[in-house]
C-alpha cells in the first residue's frame, strides 16, 4: 500500500514557475515508477511525465517537454515536479501516481495503481 500527497500548487503568472512535490507513505516507494497526470475543467485527465524505479530515466508529454522537469528522491520517499515558463493552458489539478510497470507504458493511467488527491495549478495570462 502506497499513500501519496502532493503539495506546491498555486496560483503564478505566465512565464513563472512552480515545484510539485508528492511524498509517499509505505516502505516500496523506490520499487514504483512514478508519474505526474494533470486534469483540466471540462478535460480527460492527461500524462505529464513519468520517472523510472531509481530516477534513471524520465518520460515527457510532448506539451511539457523541455518546461518540466521529473525527478524523486528515493531516500525522502518524494517525487518532485519543477514546472519553468508556465502557460495558462497548463492551469489544471496535477496528481502523482504509483506504478509497478516500467518503461514508455508509464503514459497510461490504467498503469498506475495508487493516486494522490491532488494539487491544483491555476496559470493566468
Same mark, same amino acid.
Given at each position: 500500500? #502506497?499513500?501519496?500527497?502532493?503539495?506546491?500548487?498555486?496560483? #503564478?503568472?505566465?512565464?513563472?514557475?512552480? %515545484?510539485?512535490?508528492? #511524498?509517499?507513505? @509505505?516502505? !516500496? /516507494?523506490?520499487?514504483?515508477?512514478?508519474?505526474?497526470?494533470?486534469?483540466?475543467?471540462?478535460?480527460? %485527465?492527461? /500524462?505529464?511525465?513519468?520517472?523510472?524505479?531509481?530516477?534513471?530515466? !524520465?518520460?515527457?508529454?510532448?506539451?511539457?517537454?523541455?518546461? /518540466?522537469?521529473?525527478?524523486?528522491?528515493?531516500?525522502?520517499? !518524494?517525487?518532485?515536479?519543477?514546472?519553468?515558463?508556465?502557460?495558462?493552458?497548463?492551469?489544471?489539478?496535477?496528481?502523482?501516481?504509483?506504478?509497478?510497470?516500467?518503461?514508455?507504458?508509464? /503514459?497510461?493511467?490504467?498503469?498506475?495503481?495508487?493516486?494522490?488527491? @491532488? !494539487?491544483?495549478?491555476?496559470?493566468?495570462?
Amino acid at each position: 500500500q #502506497v499513500q501519496l500527497v502532493e503539495s506546491g500548487g498555486g496560483s #503564478v503568472q505566465a512565464g513563472g514557475s512552480l %515545484r510539485l512535490s508528492c #511524498v509517499a507513505s @509505505g516502505r !516500496t /516507494f523506490s520499487s514504483y515508477s512514478m508519474g505526474w497526470f494533470r486534469q483540466a475543467p471540462g478535460k480527460e %485527465r492527461e /500524462f505529464v511525465g513519468a520517472v523510472s524505479y531509481s530516477g534513471g530515466r !524520465t518520460y515527457y508529454a510532448d506539451s511539457v517537454q523541455g518546461r /518540466f522537469t521529473i525527478w524523486r528522491d528515493n531516500a525522502k520517499k !518524494t517525487l518532485y515536479l519543477q514546472m519553468n515558463s508556465l502557460k495558462p493552458e497548463d492551469t489544471a489539478v496535477y496528481s502523482c501516481a504509483a506504478s509497478p510497470y516500467s518503461g514508455d507504458l508509464l /503514459f497510461r493511467e490504467i498503469r498506475y495503481d495508487y493516486w494522490g488527491q @491532488g !494539487t491544483q495549478v491555476t496559470v493566468s495570462s
